[in-house]
Every structure is written in C-alpha cells, then in structure tokens.
C-alpha cells in the first residue's frame, strides 16, 4: 500500500500525559498537512508542511502542539499535557510539489483516533 | 474563502441518482469548486473538481451553472456503499489549504 500511512490509529490517553502521532506521505509527495476532526464536524486545518519548511499554523494550533518535519519526509505531531478537549481524529495528508488543493487533490491517510480520559 | 452552504442530510435508495446542491455565492473569479466524501472512520477522499460548466468521472458529474454561485454533485444510481459525508468546498487559486465545512450526511437505504 503506497497510500498515506498514520501510526498509531488508535491513542487512549490519561489527561495531562503527551502523545505523538507519525504521518508518512506517499512518497514523492512535498506537502503535507495536518488537520483534527471532532464527531460531525469537517476536518480542521492544523498547520502544513513544504518539505522540511512549516509553512503555516492555524490559531487552533496552541502551544501544546507542535509538528515536525524534520527531512521532509515522514512527520511528527505531538500534543503535551493532553486535555480532554484535544480527543479527536487527527488526520494527515500529502500532496505533489507543484499541486495543491486547487490544482490536484490531497491524500488523506485514515487518521490517528485520540481520546483522553 | 467563499462560504458554502450545503444540506445537513439527505436520504436516498438504491439504484436512485442523488443530486447535492451546495451554494456559494461569493465565490471569486479565481476559486475552484471541490467535492470530497468521507467514510466513518477514514480521511476524505476527493471526487471531484470543476470550474465552470460540467465535469463527469467515472464517479461523479459535477454541474456548474453560469452565475457559479451553486453547483450540484450528481451521484448516479447510488449504492449502500455510497452511505458517507460529502464536503463542497471553494478553493481559491493560490491556496495551499482545504477549509471544509460541516459536509452533507448522505445515508443510502436498501
């Protein structure tokens, strides 16, 4: 399978504890992004990545988390002191160098399930 | 970004064809109209994209009228498995990001 790869799929967590979610894109994929989904919501951008370059944050993103992307490659979003507020789906995505959202599609992978107890 | 507005739910049969309209009325000379579908439990996955007029895939068409303040994803002849979330969405131009909204609840009955 060659699709977006998110590890683990499931996280349950004790409030206060930190979590670290693994995204690998498809391979040849220069973009990726993060995005969180709560029960029927749409997914919320979270922040996106151009290589190894964090290109934008959004406002939910606060300081517990933070993402990385350190060889512009796999990437890591980690969560610190856990609420039980931050218990969503957390999803990733890829995209090509050279296409985006209005020009191509983004991949998603099936996403990382958190619930903080 | 254009704000869209889309049914929370709709319902439908087997075999039937399912037509979603999403309105966007401020949606700019440069924006494109986008649909996804998500399974439970699954990323959304992309269906469709047009700018004007209509476009047809081997799962969807998508009609955009002149005015390009609606469009309709047509589903034709929907089955059980086509139960999901579908997303409209207006991406601009020079857009990096997806904005998704609260998508239309699409259940498929036997």
């Known amino acids: 399978d060659t699709g977006v790869s998110q590890n683990p799929r499931h996280k349950i967590t004790k409030r206060g504890q930190n979590v670290t979610f693994r995204c690998d894109p498809i391979?040849?994929?220069?973009?990726l992004y993060w995005y969180r989904q709560t029960l029927g919501q749409g997914p919320e951008f979270l922040t996106y990545f151009q290589n190894e370059a964090q290109l934008e944050k959004s406002r939910l993103l606060s300081d517990r988390f933070s993402a990385e992307r350190p060889k512009g490659s796999f990437s890591t979003l980690e969560i610190q002191r856990t609420e039980q507020g931050d218990s969503a789906m957390y999803l990733c995505?890829?995209?090509?160098?050279?296409?985006?959202?209005?020009?191509?599609?983004?991949?998603f992978g099936e996403g990382s399930r958190l619930t903080v107890l | 970004l254009a704000k869209t507005t889309q049914p929370i739910s709709m319902d439908s049969y087997e075999g039937q064809e399912v037509n979603i309209t999403c309105s966007h009325n401020n949606i700019a000379t440069n924006d494109y109209i986008t649909w996804y579908q998500q399974f439970p439990s699954q990323g959304p996955r992309f269906i469709i994209q047009g700018y004007k007029t209509k476009v047809t895939n081997e799962v969807a068409s998508l009609f955009i009228p002149a005015d390009r303040k609606s469009s309709t994803l047509s589903l034709p002849r929907v089955s059980l498995s086509d139960t999901a979330v579908y997303y409209c969405?207006?991406?601009?131009?020079?857009?990096?990001?997806?904005?998704f909204g609260t998508g239309t609840r699409l259940q498929v009955f036997p």
């Open positions: 995505a890829s995209s090509p160098l050279g296409q985006g959202p209005n020009t191509g599609e983004l991949f």
């Open positions: 391979s040849e994929h220069n973009r």
């Open positions: 969405l207006v991406v601009k131009g020079n857009t990096d990001k997806l904005i």
